[in-house]
């Protein structure tokens, strides 16, 4: 949930957007909420760099050529205190004709974030985002339909130089 887009942001609701207890002792010079919450890296931060802003972290994948299989997360932020692991889009087809349903995009942490919710995942890369619900243990997962239906089958639609793509996590 994002913070106030106005009036008196509280503390205690920064501490809730970044999954601590609400009375938990917060600096501004705090680091997850630099790079998580206001986008500020280093230099001078107010409450106002929070403004309307929700918890994101931002991660690097390597895409296989194929857009189907895993991709580790390389370096990038923390979420909630875990490391996303990789993100996986495996193909929901007929064995026997081959026909494709859709598939399946999955991102799964090296150990359970601090955070029950669904995730927002935005390909920076490409500008397509896809809610993901809580499935199981460390996975977040949506499901897209039959590439005949409409649904854009665009979350990796060209590869780019190296096979990297730049993704934002939000909790939502």
């Known amino acids: ?16 957007e970044l999954g601590r207890p609400a009375t938990q002792t917060l600096w501004l010079a ?26 994101h972290a931002t991660q690097n994948a390597v895409i296989p050529y ?9 370096g990038g932020q923390a979420f909630r205190g875990a490391s996303p ?16 349903y859709g598939w399946w995009l999955r991102i799964y942490f090296n150990q359970n974030p601090n955070h029950g919710g669904n995730l927002w995942v935005l390909n920076n890369s490409t500008g397509i985002a ?12 949506v499901y897209v ?7 854009p089958d ?3 639609p060209t590869v780019p130089a190296g096979n990297v793509y730049n993704y934002s996590i939000y909790a939502v």
């Open 1 to 16: 949930m994002a913070l106030p887009g106005s009036g008196i942001i509280y503390m205690s609701q920064v501490n809730s």
């Open 130 to 141: 896809y809610t993901l619900n809580k499935a199981a243990g460390n996975m977040w997962q």
């Open 66 to 74: 194929s857009y189907v299989g895993q991709a580790n997360f390389q």
């Open 145 to 151: 339909g039959n590439p005949g239906s409409g649904v």
């Open 154 to 156: 665009n979350w990796i």
């Open 85 to 100: 692991a990789y993100v996986e889009r495996v193909t929901d087809s007929n064995p026997d004709s081959g026909q494709i």
């Open 30 to 55: 705090d680091a997850e909420l630099r790079n998580t919450i206001a986008d500020v890296g280093s230099g001078a931060l107010s409450m106002a760099n929070c403004r309307g802003k929700t918890y």
